[in-house]
């Protein structure tokens, strides 16, 4: 299958800073990729979708000005958390998104960002 | 009513047991449906893609899709204990411009040795 890479794996900073997260697709190209964020024990909660070359698609009640995307590349997207906070510490994970062969269209998971703030 | 429902268990199996997993949906313009594993803090890994009613089978993974009757199945046979982790179901539809997918909640498995 596919694959997605996503740095860092682990993030620790303390409050107030910001954090940027890269994720690339390393053998296929992605004008879509998708962030989401994970609790504990909990299902993806979709974040964005991050379009190459165009502003992102938020969700509802996801501050834009708080989670800047960039999907600068086929490759890459990247998440910036920005002035973070301790109830931003969370599981970040993106996804990039594969129109392949026989008409597949799916998703394929980078292995996720664990971020902590103190 | 969510468009997936997924039951979250937990479900404890022993080794060797036949696992069913299930889902079902109610938006009928879903085309397309997987099959996704998550082990514990890690990103979720496709397992099974489908796009058609029937049955679809990769190894001791089979993959089922009714769509008369807005449900989806993933069977695992001869589970073992390393099968131990969230399962989580996701749909779509073609055409999108962005192509959301739909998840379920996810199921957690415990395959007890």
């Known amino acids: 299958g596919a694959v997605v890479s996503q740095h860092p794996s682990r993030v620790i900073c303390k409050s107030g800073t910001s954090v940027k997260i890269e994720c690339r697709s390393l053998?296929?190209?992605?004008?879509?990729m998708f962030w989401y964020r994970q609790f504990p024990k909990q299902s993806l909660m979709l974040m964005a979708t991050s379009n190459e070359g165009s502003k992102a698609t938020y969700e509802q009640g996801v501050e834009k000005d708080k989670f800047l995307i960039n999907h600068a590349s086929l490759t890459l997207s990247t998440l910036t958390v920005t002035s973070a906070h301790p109830e931003d510490s969370s599981f970040y994970i993106c996804s990039a998104r594969d129109l392949g062969g026989e008409g597949t269209d799916t998703q394929y998971f980078g292995p996720g960002t664990r971020l902590t703030v103190l | 009513q969510k468009e997936v429902e997924q039951d979250p268990g937990p479900l404890s199996v022993p080794e060797g047991a036949i696992v069913s997993l299930n889902c079902t949906y109610s938006?009928?313009?879903?085309?397309?449906f997987m099959w996704y594993r998550q082990y514990s803090r890690k990103g979720p890994e496709l397992l099974m893609y489908t796009y058609s009613s029937g049955n679809k089978e990769d190894g001791r993974f089979t993959a089922q899709v009714d769509k008369s009757s807005k449900y989806i199945s993933l069977f695992i046979r001869d589970s073992q204990p390393s099968d131990s982790a969230t399962y989580l179901c996701a749909m779509g539809t073609y055409g999108g411009a962005t192509n959301k997918l739909i998840f379920g909640t996810g199921t957690l498995l415990a395959v007890q040795p």
């Open positions: 053998d296929f190209q992605a004008t879509t």
């Open positions: 938006n009928s313009a879903f085309q397309y």
